[in-house]
């Protein structure tokens, strides 16, 4: 995925016409849409061929099985025209080569989320990310997710990764900023609500593109 303007756009809509609507409207403003369970349960995989004809599509669908149904899944998102997958690192190394195996065969891009950007986060996948994140660099994973909102730890997920890319959520309504992200180490900002609730969608997508400051919209 090319990195231009930094901002991914989180097009959690099940009304999947307003997510083509919004897409097509910030296309210029946005390096990819990320699609997660909502759109794709609402309207089927259809949907990512849809967004892939305006846009580079992600699959957020936190692939988190044993390594058969992840390839699986990954050949059917990739099928419909998307070109990369968020998978989940706690499942291990098996599991997290069989996308990146898939992923390779279909010229497509594998994130591992590293750490998550919720309350309580910090319960479970924190204390394993450091092994996730020397896994994901071993196994030639494009990428890592990791929180916007906690930018102490996405620092620290930074420093662990070394140069690996790091695609961050937890922008705006979760509380975080995605200038200060930057800054702690986040190539790329996810960004859902605070652009689809947002009355002028587009207007807040230009707000997020100076705060990360690569572009000048
Ligand atoms: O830790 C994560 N936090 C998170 O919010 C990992 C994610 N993949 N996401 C996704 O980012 C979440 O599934 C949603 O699609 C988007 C954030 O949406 P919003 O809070 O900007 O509306």
């Given at each position: 995925m090319q990195k231009n303007t930094g901002l991914i756009f989180a097009?959690?809509?099940?009304n999947g016409r307003r997510a083509i609507n919004i897409t097509n409207e910030i296309s210029d403003l946005i390096d990819a849409v990320k699609v997660n369970y909502p759109i794709i349960l609402s309207n089927g995989l259809q949907i990512v061929e849809e967004l892939s004809r305006t846009k580079t599509v992600i699959?957020?669908?936190k692939i988190a099985d044993v390594p058969h149904i992840n390839r699986k899944i990954c050949r059917n998102v990739f099928e419909a025209g998307a070109s990369a997958v968020i998978c989940h690192?706690?499942?291990?190394k098996n599991s997290i080569e069989a996308c990146i195996e898939t992923a390779n065969q279909m010229y497509g891009d594998v994130y591992v989320v590293?750490?998550?950007?919720?309350?309580?986060?910090?319960?479970?996948i924190h204390h394993a990310s450091k092994e996730i994140i020397n896994i994901a660099s071993q196994l030639g994973a494009d990428g890592l997710i990791a929180p916007a909102n906690d930018p102490k730890r996405l620092q620290k997920v930074r420093k662990q990764s070394k140069n690996m890319r790091i695609l961050s959520p937890g922008v705006g309504v979760q509380g975080g900023g995605a200038k200060t992200a930057i800054q702690a180490g986040a190539d790329q900002i996810i960004v859902g609500r605070s652009i689809y609730d947002h009355r002028e969608p587009r207007q807040a997508a230009e707000k997020i593109v100076q705060d990360i400051g690569y572009t000048n919209p």
């Open positions: 097009a959690d809509l099940e699959a957020d669908l690192g706690f499942t291990g590293a750490e998550m950007s919720h309350p309580d986060a910090e319960r479970f």
